[in-house]
C-alpha cells in the first residue's frame, strides 16, 4: 500500500467525521444514532479497557488445531461480553458514586475533642 493511499483514507475518514459532527440531519448522523449503535457506544471505554488482554489471553492459550479467525471472532464476543458485564457492574455505577463520595465528603461531621 503506497503511503499517500493511507493520507488519503485518513482525509476521507475526517472529512466524514466533519460531516457528521456539523450535519446534525446527515444520513450518517441518523445511522450512527442508531440505538444499537450508541448501547455499544455507552460501554465502549470498557471495551477499550479490557480487549488487549483479552486478545492477548485468547492468543497465548489458543490451542495450535484453532484457526486464527475464530480465535479473533471469540475474541470480539468474548470482549463485548466482558465489557457490558464490567459497565453494568461498575462504570454505569459511577456517577452515583462519585455523587455519595462528594456527599459524604461535604457532610458536616460532629468535631471530637480530646478530653484529658
Known amino acids: 500500500m503506497r503511503p499517500y ?3 488519503v483514507q485518513m482525509a476521507l ?5 466533519l460531516n457528521v459532527v ?9 445511522w450512527l444514532s442508531a440505538p444499537w449503535l450508541r448501547q455499544i ?8 479497557l479490557v480487549h488487549f ?6 492468543e497465548i492459550m489458543r490451542p495450535l488445531s484453532l484457526p486464527p479467525a475464530l480465535c479473533i471472532a471469540t475474541g470480539w464476543v468474548a470482549s463485548n ?5 464490567y459497565w453494568r ?5 459511577h456517577a452515583q458514586v462519585r455523587a455519595w463520595a462528594h456527599a459524604l465528603r461535604n457532610r458536616n461531621w460532629p468535631v471530637r475533642h480530646a478530653t484529658d
Open 5 to 7: 493511499f493511507v493520507t
Open 81 to 85: 461480553l466482558v465489557a457490558y458485564v
Open 89 to 93: 457492574l461498575v462504570e454505569r455505577r
Open 53 to 58: 488482554s483479552l486478545l492477548t489471553y485468547l
Open 41 to 48: 457506544g455507552r460501554y465502549s471505554y470498557s471495551i477499550y
Open 22 to 30: 456539523l450535519c446534525a440531519d446527515s444520513v450518517w448522523a441518523h
Open 13 to 17: 475518514a475526517g472529512l466524514l467525521l
